[in-house]
């Protein structure tokens, strides 16, 4: 049955769509060349000008120079791939309305000018990245809020449970892949009895995302049972040939005080119900107050601008159904990372973290494909001697963007990074602590896709108490993971030239 599900899929579908749409074109093309020397010389005219313009436009260096060598590799048709394939960005219609709806949400939103004074006062280095965030994802630091660090997803999933028994107005949900399970029924058998009890439940699920997990009819049934439900960025198949900018952000959201995020979707596989890659090994972060109605007006920007709600924003307030004041624990800044923009929020954010340490910077996450400058930030620090580590995952999910993560050990270990693999399983966690005192938990893989082309989402803390949790929790870890040395990276020279071609190819995937 299974196997059958996957043959009728809409990918696979798609798949021999794009090929034999491929195939034709090709073929056509080197036809229309062969009788015609004008056309075939028109078309390297075009590859020619085209380069010329990938040099010029701005845009990640290494995402131009794979171009730039297809291009030259088939000048005939490589301008023509470009045109068709080299734009990575939303498209105009996902652009105008997510425009749109951001620019309406945030616009009564505004940094605590009080709230900043003091951060800089203690740090103004600090200081500096709050701003930056709020300049470019604008979303402000907060106080008045608590922060609960989880180092494995069946603690929170143990916790989500509980708050959401506890929810009373509304439950947000959004997340990149949903799939049936013990973790998602038992979840869904809450949120149809909250809806059932008048609570409102919205949810929002990535299309591509959880393609292979979910029946097509997932919509109409939540639907049916009271859960207002919407897939983003639906997968047409034929009309759907480039599937990028996907929603990758995992949000719960609850009555407006409580809000959930980190690399746990909602499969058996987060709480180790089941066993894909061996132990999974994630990171999650709880927060409560006032910092969680950033989070809110993330989830509503995607929802209002495909869904026609008359909602009123002050209703969904942290202080709304929660009148007592909220603890504060240090300073927390929830952000996005959009593709909408030409800001690489999240890469600045991890090298800015990389740039300011003196101490150290542990770092987990589940890939390393990583450009010129996150290499370049991740070598400096440690040759200015700060302690920076890296774990990845033992037992991989995709064997070639393994290969591809392990490509870039050698430069690093040189470097003074040290690097583990999480031999009991697979690391799926993306998190960032840095001397004690500041932190990122949230979504953000360290690859092409999670930089560049997907919205993210994360949290920006500075001298919470869950920094020093985490900052525990890593050096537990790496206790159960296989330190690599330079004497273990031994590549034979056809392996080598493998890697170069991974590479070139890895921010066009």
């Known amino acids: 049955m299974k196997y059958l599900k996957i043959f009728i899929s809409k990918i696979l579908l798609t798949a021999a769509l794009f090929i034999l749409q491929l195939g034709w074109s090709l073929f056509f093309l080197v036809r229309l060349t062969e009788y015609s020397a004008a056309v075939s ?6 590859s020619i000008l085209i380069i010329l313009f990938i040099i010029i436009k701005e845009d990640n260096s290494a995402y131009k120079i794979g171009w730039i060598v297809l291009i030259m590799a088939v000048p005939l048709f490589g301008g023509l791939f470009y045109l068709f394939f080299g734009n990575k960005r939303p498209t105009r219609r996902l652009r105008g309305q ?3 709806e951001h620019r309406r949400l945030i616009s009564g939103l505004s940094q605590d000018a009080d709230v900043m004074a003091e951060i800089r006062n203690r740090d103004a280095r600090v200081a500096g990245t709050g701003h930056y965030l709020y300049r470019k994802s604008d979303f402000p630091v907060y106080q008045n809020t608590a922060t609960d660090y989880y180092k494995i997803g069946e603690d929170m999933f143990a916790d989500m449970i509980s708050d959401l028994e506890e929810a009373r107005h509304f439950i947000f949900m959004e997340y990149f892949i949903i ?4 973790m998602w029924n038992r979840i869904l058998a809450i949120l149809k009895r909250k809806a059932a009890e008048g609570v409102e439940v919205r949810l929002i699920y990535d299309d591509v995302g959880s393609l292979f997990n979910l029946p097509a009819s997932f919509a109409r049934e939540c639907e049916a049972q009271g859960i207002k439900c919407m897939a983003f960025n639906p997968f047409i198949p034929l009309f759907s040939l480039v599937i990028n900018n ?30 894909r890659y061996g132990h999974w090994k994630d990171t999650g972060v709880r927060i409560k107050g006032d910092a969680v109605w950033s989070f809110t007006l993330m989830f509503l920007e995607i929802w209002h601008a495909f869904r026609e709600e008359k909602d009123v924003l002050a209703n969904f307030r942290p202080h709304v159904f929660h ?43 589940p890939y390393l494909v990583i450009d010129n ?4 930030a991740l070598s400096m620090a440690a040759k200015r001697g700060v302690d920076v580590r890296l774990a990845v995952p033992g037992i991989p999910d995709k064997k070639l963007v393994f290969r591809l993560t392990r490509s870039y050990y050698g430069p690093l270990i040189r470097s003074g990074v040290r690097v583990y693999e999480y031999t009991p399983g697979f690391m799926h966690a993306k998190s960032i602590v840095c001397d004690d005192e500041t932190a990122v938990v949230g979504t ?3 690859d092409y896709r999670s930089l560049y082309l997907h919205f ?8 919470t108490k869950m920094i020093a949790d985490l900052k525990a929790d890593f050096l537990e870890t790496v206790l159960k993971c296989r330190q690599i040395a330079a004497g273990d990276i031994k590549t034979s020279f056809p392996g080598r030239l493998f890697d170069s071609l991974l590479r070139l190819a890895a921010p066009l995937l």
């Open 179 to 182: 799939e049936e399970g013990i």
């Open 456 to 463: 993210e989402c994360g949290v920006y803390m500075y001298r």
């Open 246 to 275: 996907r929603d990758h952000r995992k949000i719960m959201l609850i009555d407006g005080h409580t809000a959930y995020t980190g690399g746990i979707n909602l499969a058996d596989e987060y709480i180790n119900a089941v066993t």
């Open 98 to 100: 997510l425009e749109k």
């Open 444 to 446: 953000i893989n360290m």
């Open 373 to 376: 400058e996150m290499k370049g």
């Open 323 to 365: 009148p007592a004041e909220f603890t504060t624990d240090g300073y927390v800044q929830p952000f996005s990372d959009s593709p909408l923009d030409e800001e690489t929020v999240g890469e600045n954010l991890y090298i800015d973290i990389l740039n300011s340490s003196c101490h150290y910077v542990y770092i987990f996450t």
């Open 41 to 46: 010389a028109v078309f390297r005219i075009l």
